[in-house]
């Protein structure tokens, strides 16, 4: 099982890469086999390849992530962070309130992604928001 | 599939009763066979006579818990909430950084939690921790 540290360290680097625009550093750090089920809800993504895709239509978007808090190990295979992936639009700022949860191989890589984020975590500018009644 | 405002609305109710140690608050938030990993990595507690055992130990020990970002919903039947669970000892605070992920019923009742943390994130008073070399 791979070490807390190990874990904590991988998922830091996600955040590190997924920010600098590396979809090669993002893609490292899972498993020629993972599923990543972004958003979880839905159908995941298995394999390398459907992985590449997912990640290279999502850094299109151009958001930030930003730690919500400290990242969290575990006694098991698995490491979660609460963070917020921030796109800066002309209009003013949307801020998705995310979860992910990772599961880990044996060799340290990872097995599977969950993000949990619903509709109601999407903050969007004022002006945009539709008018509820 | 319950929506995304009651899921939060119950994780809300979940540490609001545990912060004023109200059980049977907690217990009836959750369906009657649901199980609970806490922590994640170990064996669950499944049904309501262990949780309510789990819960009554886990609640004698005095921890507050304090939500460390919003909580999230899900596109599924999943919400999620990083939170650190305090507790005061004469020698300083003991803070431990967790992540839950609770899964609900049709009816809106929690069937599943899984509690994400590792020794690695339980912080405790400078005098308390062990000398690493």
Redesign the interface.
């Known amino acids: 099982m791979p070490n807390?540290?190990h874990m904590?360290a991988a998922l830091q680097a996600y955040i590190d890469a997924y920010n600098r625009n590396d979809l090669e550093a993002v893609l490292s750090l899972y498993d020629d086999n993972a599923t990543v089920e972004d958003?979880?809800?839905?159908l995941p993504k298995q394999g390398k390849e459907a992985i590449a895709d997912f990640y290279g239509s999502a850094m299109a978007n151009g958001a930030t992530l930003e730690l919500?808090?400290?990242i969290?190990?575990?006694?098991?295979?698995?490491?979660?962070?609460?963070f917020d992936a921030v796109v800066n639009l002309p209009q003013g700022q949307v801020r998705v309130?995310?979860?992910d949860?990772m599961t880990f191989s044996d060799a340290g890589l990872i097995t599977s992604m969950r993000a949990?984020?619903?509709?109601?975590?999407i903050e969007v500018p004022e002006a945009n928001q539709s008018s509820a009644s």
């Open positions: 807390e540290a904590k958003p979880y809800g839905t919500a808090a400290p969290r190990a575990s006694h098991g295979d698995s490491a979660a962070m609460a309130r995310v979860i949860v949990y984020f619903g509709p109601s975590d």
